[in-house]
Nanobody, 121 residues
Framework: QVQLVESGGDLVQAGGSLRLSCAAS????????MDWYRQAPGKQRELVAD???????KYADSVKGRFTISRDNAKNTMYLQMNSLKPEDTAVYYC???????????????WGQGTQVTVSS
């Protein structure tokens, strides 16, 4: 199995920055795509940013130019650098990784527990 642990969520003022981390552990053979999602109260979970194993990235329109997703394959870790934060960025942020475990031929999606980001105006 694979476990994902997120960190970095906090309360920050509008215009500030935060860096989220998501570290994977377990019997990992390989990790393909890594994603950050977020869910605000009363809203559906939405994709914020995606990074492939080759390093290609894509972002939701609402965060383009402000957020940067990155990954460290040696550490099985990904990051989300969030700058120029806005109150509408307030949400629980979840990481997701598509991983293949040792001895398995199938990739599964694994989710972190979520970390709260609150941006005050």
């Amino acid at each position: 199995q694979v476990q994902l642990v997120e960190s970095g969520g906090d309360l920050v003022q509008a215009g500030g920055s935060l860096r989220l981390s998501c570290a994977a552990s377990g019997s990992i053979f390989s990790i393909n795509a890594m994603d950050w999602y977020r869910q605000a109260p009363g809203k559906q979970r939405e994709l914020v940013a995606d990074i492939t194993s080759g390093g290609s990235t894509k972002y939701a329109d609402s965060v383009k130019g402000r957020f940067t997703i990155s990954r460290d394959n040696a550490k099985n870790t990904m990051y989300l650098q969030m700058n120029s934060l806005k109150p509408e960025d307030t949400a629980v942020y979840y990481c997701k990784m598509r991983a293949q475990t040792m001895g398995s031929l199938i990739r599964y999606d694994y989710w972190g527990q979520g970390t709260q980001v609150t941006v005050s105006s």
